[in-house]
């Protein structure tokens, strides 16, 4: 993999953050949905470092903490100048009894539960047990984990830990660690842009890791979340780009959709991209990952994998040419939003 650099800037001092326009997200390597085993884990990583990409994004929560451990032994390996490292603040994890157990989605996981906790010393917690499973000095970026209704539950939840944030000094604890060097850049790691915008008029962040909602099948954040963030200067590491699984397999029995089955809308609409895709002789799956590109402010997109056959095969789909008119035709056909940016339309040059 040929390796292409861009970045995300500080928001105070301008100072760029250097990311790899693919990077690595961790968390099926905390066991998500099913057992990966060691081998595989460090085979993923090493491939990753191999193929050129140099930033790696886990969290607490993924696999209450197997993921951080597990990045942690490969970063002795390969070094930690090396690599441009994120994590995440929000959930404390806390020895417990085996039936106390909050493993959410992960399996074979340790003896603990989580508790939210967006307070100062709540973030200062977690970033110091973060640190200790990850055996480094510091972090690149560090992320509030999840924030959003979809994660807590409701408007109302999400409205209270953003409140937490703010008022009970979890925001001040990001500022402080930011401006005393310890981090490069301060953001949000979330499943919707509208708490994304929320905080953007709350706080000073420089990027936010947005799962799901700028894809091939959703761009309703071209309405005034993207081009806030154009305005600002704020940069996007883009997680979920196949909308949980779908854009990947194609609109097959069974296919998910923001992590449930999907809809008949959703498949009719897939089917629809498919052909177009079809016609062009290009996989669905590389045009949804190369489309988020698109847009300026999307600096990195950051795919799973559980083994080093998986990341080939993301490597492959992200260097996959693509003919302009593929584009052109999903637009002529409405199956794109008409103010949505075309990869051939815009520059990434680091």
């Known amino acids: 993999m040929k390796v292409t650099e861009t970045t995300l800037l500080n928001a105070r001092t301008k100072r760029p953050v250097p990311l790899t326009r693919m990077g690595f997200g961790g968390a099926p390597l905390g066991n998500l949905y099913r057992k990966v085993s060691e ?38 390996r390969v070094g930690r100048d090396n690599v441009q490292l994120s994590t995440k603040i929000g959930r404390l994890l806390l020895d417990c009894e085996p039936h106390e157990v909050t493993p959410e989605a992960f399996v074979d996981v340790p003896q603990k539960r989580i508790v939210f906790d967006y307070t100062y010393d709540g973030v200062m917690r977690s970033y110091e047990a973060s640190r200790k499973r990850l055996g480094v000095a510091n972090v690149d970026i560090l992320l509030v984990h999840d924030v959003c209704a979809f994660s807590q539950g409701s408007q109302e939840a999400s409205d209270a830990k953003v409140r937490e944030l ?30 994304c915008e929320k905080l953007l008029g709350l706080g000073d962040f420089d990027g936010f890791l947005l799962a799901g909602r700028y894809t091939l099948l959703e761009q309703e954040a071209l309405e005034s979340f993207l081009p806030l963030c154009e305005k600002r200067d704020v940069g996007i590491i883009l997680g979920g780009p196949y909308n949980s699984g779908i854009l990947a397999t194609g609109p097959v029995p069974g296919a998910k959709y923001n992590y449930d089955d999907a809809s008949d809308d959703v498949l009719e609409r897939v089917r629809n991209i498919e052909a177009v895709c079809k016609a062009h002789d290009t996989p669905l799956i590389a045009a949804a990952l190369q489309f988020v590109f698109g847009h300026p402010c999307v600096k990195t997109v950051i795919p799973g994998a559980v083994n080093a056959r998986e990341v080939s095969a993301n490597v492959e789909v992200l260097e996959t040419p693509i003919p302009a008119a593929l584009w052109s035709d999903l637009r002529d056909q409405g199956l794109i939003r008409p103010d949505a940016p075309f990869p051939s339309e815009t520059s990434h040059a680091a």
């Open 39 to 76: 081998e595989d884990a460090q085979a993923a990583l090493q491939a990753a470092y191999d193929a050129g990409i140099r930033y790696f994004d886990t969290a607490p929560q993924y696999g209450l903490g197997r993921s951080e451990e597990r990045f942690g032994v490969a970063l002795e």
């Open 166 to 195: 703010f008022d009970g000094g979890g925001y001040r604890a990001l500022r402080e660690l930011r401006d005393a060097g310890d981090v490069a850049a301060i953001g949000a790691g979330v499943n919707e842009w509208q708490v």
